[in-house]
């Protein structure tokens, strides 16, 4: 069953990427739901954080939380940003490759949803 990220990863879908290289991508959501909405994801496959059951998982996680900061830092979001994962249907996954929805430019209401 093809992924719909995996085909972003792979240059097979289009998408604004912003950000690649050989542990992650990053490209804006098609819906934005902020001034800044951006998707980190592993180009590995990974389900969601559920997914992450050994240290080869974890790491692709990891970059992915590096390549977070390090856009935070290049675009100047010196107010804040919020990191998103959602896992599993309760909390309105959609898409399950993991991804961590980077948002900022507004101020974001706490507790989400
Ligand atoms: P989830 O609901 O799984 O946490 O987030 C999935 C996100 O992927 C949503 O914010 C949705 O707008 C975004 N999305 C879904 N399909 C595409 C697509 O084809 N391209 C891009 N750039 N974003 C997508
Ligand atoms: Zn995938």
Not at 7 to 35: C, G, M, N, S, W
Not at 71 to 91: F, P
Request: a neutral charge; one cysteine or more; proline letters at 6%.
């Amino acid at each position: 069953m093809p992924c719909l990220f995996c085909k972003i990863v792979a240059r097979e879908l289009p998408a604004e990427i912003v950000y690649q290289d050989e542990h992650v991508t990053a490209f804006k959501d098609l819906h934005p739901r902020a001034p800044t909405h951006i998707l980190i994801i592993p180009n590995a496959h990974l389900v969601s954080v559920d997914d992450l059951a050994d240290e080869v998982a974890v790491n692709a996680a990891a970059q992915c939380l590096r390549v977070a900061r390090e856009i935070a830092r290049a675009r100047g979001l010196t107010n804040g940003y919020r990191l998103v994962t959602n896992i599993g249907a309760d909390a309105g996954q959609s898409v399950f490759h993991l991804h961590f929805h980077l948002l900022a430019g507004r101020r974001l209401s706490w507790p989400p949803g």
